[in-house]
């Protein structure tokens, strides 16, 4: 008998094999659950909070809406990777076309081999995050050249409750559901915006140009181990007279971006790097043209990114 009790207390254990598969499923939850809550993002002395709804129609794809619930009014309305941005400006409602990588709780990395390679994973005990029962997973880095990720994985569900990102043994950034419902949708009234009848709608939907050979002369010497490109475009930016180009480079859980443009003659060229929690930003000229790296990564690494950047 005391034998069974002494079981019984023993913390629960989640090798790594099914650390991975909780993690997969994470992924997944995110995407093919229905659900409707409010998340609060924290990075530093910064706080927001954020309402979203989602829900997954099949064969119709995913549909959600997020409405930042403090500071200046936004809302976004996302089917699948093609999102509608509203922002009120003065006496106009601005409707931004964009395409868009998936945000909270949808940013559980999919298990491949190259985060295996780059991260170690480990699980801890049951906790509670937002009245309901989660295990910590964290996928550590074997480098310093990255944060370490700690994702609260809902045991019944397998929907992401909470994640942050640490430098070190400090928390340099996270985000969390305060309030949550995992609730089926009936209809879709929600997905849409909140209506002002006294505004004009204008939309601006997103510019890319066709890349040319020219575009591909850019060279990142020194990425971390595990990065890849896997995006490149050049987009026209509001204000801007020439194309900005826009290379996207991850490992499978971190992602860094990459802007170049040319340098206007009325412009002070930028050479500096600012900081807001996680999300480091580095600028700095190479010959007449402005670079820019962004990402979710330790300041010296983005500056190691950014020095390694010549043109052919």
Same mark, same amino acid.
């Given at each position: 008998?005391?034998?069974?009790?002494?079981?019984?207390?023993?913390?629960?254990?989640?090798?790594?094999?099914?650390?991975?598969?909780?993690?997969? %499923? @994470? @992924?997944?939850?995110?995407?093919?659950?229905?659900?409707?809550?409010?998340?609060?993002?924290?990075?530093?002395?910064?706080?927001?909070?954020?309402?979203?709804? !989602?829900?997954?129609?099949?064969? +119709?794809?995913?549909?959600?809406?997020?409405?930042?619930?403090?500071?200046?009014?936004?809302?976004?309305?996302?089917?699948?990777?093609?999102?509608?941005?509203?922002?009120?400006?003065?006496?106009?409602?601005?409707?931004?076309?964009?395409?868009?990588?998936?945000?909270?709780?949808?940013?559980?990395?999919?298990?491949?081999?190259?985060?295996?390679?780059?991260?170690?994973?480990?699980?801890?005990?049951?906790?509670?995050?937002?009245?309901?029962?989660?295990?910590?997973?964290?996928?550590?880095?074997?480098?310093?050249?990255?944060?370490?990720?700690?994702?609260?994985?809902?045991?019944?569900?397998?929907?992401?409750?909470? +994640?942050?990102?640490? &430098?070190?043994?400090?928390?340099?950034?996270?985000?969390?559901?305060?309030?949550?419902?995992?609730? $089926?949708?009936?209809?879709?009234?929600?997905?849409?915006?909140?209506?002002?009848?006294?505004?004009?709608?204008?939309?601006?939907?997103?510019?890319?140009?066709?890349?040319?050979?020219?575009?591909?002369?850019?060279?990142?010497?020194? /990425?971390? $181990?595990?990065?890849?490109?896997?995006?490149?475009?050049?987009?026209? /930016?509001?204000?801007?007279?020439?194309?900005?180009? !826009?290379?996207?480079?991850?490992?499978? /859980?971190? +992602?860094? +971006?990459?802007?170049?443009?040319?340098?206007?003659?009325?412009?002070?060229?930028?050479? &500096?790097?600012?900081?807001?929690?996680?999300? &480091?930003?580095?600028?700095?000229?190479?010959?007449? !043209?402005?670079?820019?790296?962004?990402?979710?990564?330790?300041?010296?690494?983005?500056?190691?990114?950014?020095?390694?950047?010549?043109? %052919?």
């Amino acid at each position: 008998m005391k034998r069974f009790v002494l079981l019984l207390c023993l913390p629960q254990i989640v090798w790594a094999g099914d650390a991975w598969q909780m993690l997969e %499923k @994470a @992924a997944q939850a995110a995407r093919q659950l229905s659900y409707k809550g409010v998340f609060v993002y924290q990075a530093g002395e910064n706080m927001t909070s954020l309402q979203i709804t !989602h829900t997954n129609l099949g064969g +119709s794809g995913e549909f959600s809406r997020v409405v930042v619930l403090d500071g200046a009014p936004r809302e976004v309305l996302k089917q699948g990777d093609d999102a509608l941005i509203y922002r009120p400006k003065k006496e106009k409602m601005l409707i931004e076309k964009r395409h868009m990588q998936s945000g909270f709780p949808a940013i559980v990395p999919r298990v491949g081999d190259e985060l295996r390679a780059n991260y170690q994973i480990s699980a801890g005990e049951p906790e509670r995050v937002a009245a309901r029962e989660a295990i910590a997973i964290t996928l550590t880095p074997h480098d310093a050249l990255r944060y370490t990720s700690r994702f609260w994985v809902d045991t019944e569900s397998g929907l992401l409750l909470k +994640s942050a990102l640490l &430098n070190g043994g400090d928390v340099v950034e996270q985000v969390g559901f305060s309030q949550l419902q995992l609730v $089926p949708m009936a209809g879709m009234d929600w997905f849409r915006p909140n209506d002002d009848q006294n505004k004009t709608y204008e939309l601006k939907p997103e510019q890319t140009v066709k890349l040319s050979e020219e575009d591909n002369r850019w060279v990142v010497g020194q /990425l971390p $181990p595990g990065f890849h490109k896997v995006r490149q475009v050049m987009r026209m /930016l509001p204000g801007r007279t020439q194309p900005v180009r !826009h290379m996207v480079f991850c490992d499978g /859980l971190a +992602s860094v +971006s990459l802007f170049i443009e040319p340098v206007d003659r009325s412009e002070k060229p930028r050479n &500096n790097t600012i900081a807001q929690g996680a999300t &480091n930003v580095v600028s700095r000229t190479v010959g007449n !043209h402005q670079i820019v790296v962004l990402g979710e990564l330790p300041a010296p690494t983005l500056l190691q990114i950014a020095n390694s950047i010549t043109a %052919k």
